[in-house]
């Protein structure tokens, strides 16, 4: 998909493509693009679409998305920018008031939008997604694992109100819903056999059978129907060498700590010289002291 330049700012509270933060891009594209097999053919709705990017995304594949957001200026943008779209309806609205029938969508989508509200608006939300979800249709929700993402690196987001840990956020789901898996998300280094030129959309997947990971993000599928055949689980690869930069960045780090160890040592040899040298003057010191202590 082509990425368009955005007419709004970025503030951190909602992901603008084409920001200047790879991961962070990677991390909200790769959602969407996972999603894409639950949604062909299906009526759709992205809750807390921001400037429609992922709307956008999913409309190639469902038959009608709507695309919901509370800043009206959000919406108005995301009209403006994706209007050739015609299976796309932007609406101005509430998570917690769903402007739309009971029992008329497939799908709902929700990345990175129930920890930035209160745990009573969260509440609402969910009953208002059991509203309005077809009965025998599914909830794609992501959330930050609370656990690595705040508590291992002792971060704050501002504009997070309510996060969750995996047991919370799994006895949140099942207010609603009987079945639920949940994905982790996750960065990690990976070795690639790739052709080069054109790669292929689907490649295998493999994993060490003793590796184990929880994950930076949750995404769970949520149903009160039979979960979907499809498994989300991918690889997406950044548009630049991110391994291999950051390799190069700890070798010129190496470098610069070398060339720092180099300088420091020969600044220690440079005042090793000159304590011998203060040294030697202390010496010649007494000694003239001792020649005069003779004269007198």
Do not use: W
Request: net charge negative; charged share 30%; aromatic share 12%.
């Amino acid at each position: 998909m082509d990425i368009k330049e955005s007419v709004l700012d970025f503030t951190g509270e909602r992901f603008i493509p084409g920001i200047e933060d790879e991961q962070l891009e990677i991390e909200h594209f790769q959602r969407y693009i996972s999603v894409l097999p639950l949604v062909e053919n299906k009526i759709v709705l992205d809750a807390a679409c921001g400037e429609g990017y992922g709307s956008c995304m999913m409309a190639a594949k469902a038959s009608r998305v709507y695309g919901l957001d509370i800043n009206a200026e959000t919406i108005e943008a995301a009209k403006t920018k994706y209007q050739e779209y015609q299976n796309i309806n932007f609406l101005t609205g509430s998570i917690a008031q769903i402007p739309l029938p009971d029992h008329s969508v497939d799908v709902i989508v929700s990345f990175e939008t129930i920890e930035h509200v209160d745990p009573s608006i969260q509440d609402a939300f969910l009953e208002e997604i059991y509203r309005v979800l077809k009965p025998e249709g599914c909830l794609v929700m992501s959330t930050p694992n609370k656990e690595i993402y705040s508590d291992k690196y002792n971060y704050h987001n501002e504009f997070h109100i309510k996060e969750f840990y995996k047991e919370e956020f799994e006895n949140f789901l099942k207010r609603y819903f009987r079945e639920i898996v949940l994905y982790n998300q996750y960065f990690e280094v990976a070795s690639v056999l790739d052709y080069g030129k054109t790669a292929k959309e689907e490649v295998s997947f493999v994993k060490n059978g003793d590796y184990k990971e929880e994950g930076k993000y949750y995404i769970a599928i949520a149903t009160n129907g039979e979960l979907p055949d499809t498994n989300i689980s991918n690889v997406y690869l950044t548009k630049h060498p991110m391994y291999a930069e950051k390799i190069e960045r700890i070798i010129q780090l190496q470098k610069e700590v070398e060339e720092r160890n180099r300088h420091l040592y020969d600044l220690d040899k440079e005042i090793d010289g000159k304590n011998k040298r203060i040294l030697q003057l202390q010496d010649e010191v007494e000694e003239k002291n001792r020649h005069i202590a003779v004269l007198n």
